[in-house]
């Protein structure tokens, strides 16, 4: 099968149409992890701030995050990080 020139551009062209058309929702994306990247770094901050937090406290906070956000990538990520987020609003009474 012989492809003319004038059909191997336009096939090119519409295939580089088509990976245009999915950049927004990737730099959307990007947007919404560099977002929370910046709450991460500005929640670390924060802890400096926090009274009568000790090591045993520090490193169970920072083995449950770590535990979340590898979890998050997980396709069931959402039911399970909702039951997590209704019971630790349940223990410190917070409203849901």
Known sequence: MKI??????RIIKEELDLL??????????????NE??????DLSK????????DTVEM???MNV???????AGSKSAGPVL???E???SKKIGAPQ
Do not use: A, G, H, M
């Open 4 to 9: 003319s020139k004038e059909k191997l551009k």
């Open 20 to 33: 245009e058309q999915e950049q927004p929702s990737d730099d959307k994306d990007l947007k919404t992890k």
């Open 36 to 41: 929370f990247s910046k709450k991460f770094l």
């Open 46 to 53: 924060q802890v400096r701030d926090v009274k009568n937090l």
């Open 59 to 61: 490193q169970k906070i």
């Open 65 to 71: 995050t770590l535990s979340l956000i590898k979890l």
């Open 82 to 84: 909702q039951q997590i």
């Open 86 to 88: 209704d019971i630790v």
